[in-house]
């Protein structure tokens, strides 16, 4: 018989975003010390993902398990000390006691991908292992245009078990990067993450995506007015918002003044900034 997986709900909430409620409801009852362990790694990145960093940084300390210590280390990075935390991190990728831990391969594959060094991070990930891991490799190999690739490692997340949050996930983002008629399948895919669980900014970012791949923008706009009364600093929420409102014909001077204010390394706030660069370089030119 099948013992109950007591981390199921606690997994979900932060598969889908639901950050502060995973660390509400982390006082599972009857876990194990493996279970007690992932339970911590759950907390810990719930946290850095609201970005106390600092608050990881001094609760884990030198004694902790790997899987934690590797957690750690994606604090340090965010913090700003991104050397110190790569040394550390390709030190411990290459000891043979901890290297193939799954924990730490996955955090080597989320701070490569930041770095957009895309080939080292596969070289962590790419053995899988753990359905994070291939779904952490789905979206390497979609930032790499590559949905071929990312199309082969949802199959194997599908064949591991089809229902599991991470792998509809995963196939909702693959069907959005393909686009055209696959765009209604991931819009329903996250229609049913919203019947499930508790409505998240990630679930609703999600649809309105869709709805503005389909057109329907105004629809759009009010998915993202809502995620922006959960989380009015959200780089995702503000960037579509921006998208959103440049297509209704609405200014969006406002939503982009934030963006820029509260995640000045958004790939939106220094794309627009090297092409106000390059605009004022050809006025020059001519001028």
């Known amino acids: 018989m099948a013992t109950p997986d007591l981390l199921f709900n606690l997994r979900n909430l932060f598969y889908l975003g639901a950050y502060q409620s995973a660390i509400n409801n982390s006082d599972v009852p009857g876990l194990d010390a493996d279970a007690a362990a992932e339970r911590d790694v759950i907390v810990f990145r719930s946290y850095i993902a609201l970005g106390s960093y600092q608050l990881v940084i001094s609760e884990i300390d030198s004694s902790a398990a790997t899987s934690l210590q590797a957690v750690k280390l994606l604090a340090l990075y965010l913090t700003g000390d991104k050397e110190g935390a790569i040394a550390s991190l390709k030190e411990w990728l290459s000891d043979s006691a901890i290297g193939s831990n799954p924990v730490l391969r996955l955090i080597a594959g989320i701070i490569f991908m930041h770095e957009q060094d895309y080939n080292e991070a596969l070289k962590r990930t790419h053995t899988g292992g753990t359905l994070d891991l291939h779904a952490l490799n789905v979206q390497i190999f979609l930032k790499m245009h590559r949905s071929d690739y990312a199309d082969k490692q949802l199959k194997v997340m599908q064949q591991t078990d089809e229902d599991h949050t991470l792998t509809q996930l995963a196939n909702a983002w693959l069907d959005i990067a393909v686009g055209g008629s696959k765009i209604r399948e991931a819009y329903l895919i996250f229609q049913d993450f919203a019947e499930k669980y508790p409505m998240t900014g990630m679930v609703l970012n999600g649809k309105a995506v869709c709805c503005m791949h389909m057109g329907s923008f105004e629809e759009a706009e009010t998915l993202l007015l809502e995620a922006l009364n959960k989380d009015a600093k ?43 660069d390059n605009f004022e370089r050809a006025l020059q030119a001519v001028a």
Request: charged share 20%; with cysteine; hydrophobic share 35%.
């Open 234 to 276: 959200d780089p995702e929420t503000l960037a579509n918002l921006i998208v959103c409102n440049l297509h209704l014909g609405k200014a969006s001077s406002r939503y982009f003044s934030q963006l820029k204010l509260s995640h000045p390394d958004h790939v939106l706030v220094k794309s627009t900034a090297s092409a106000e």
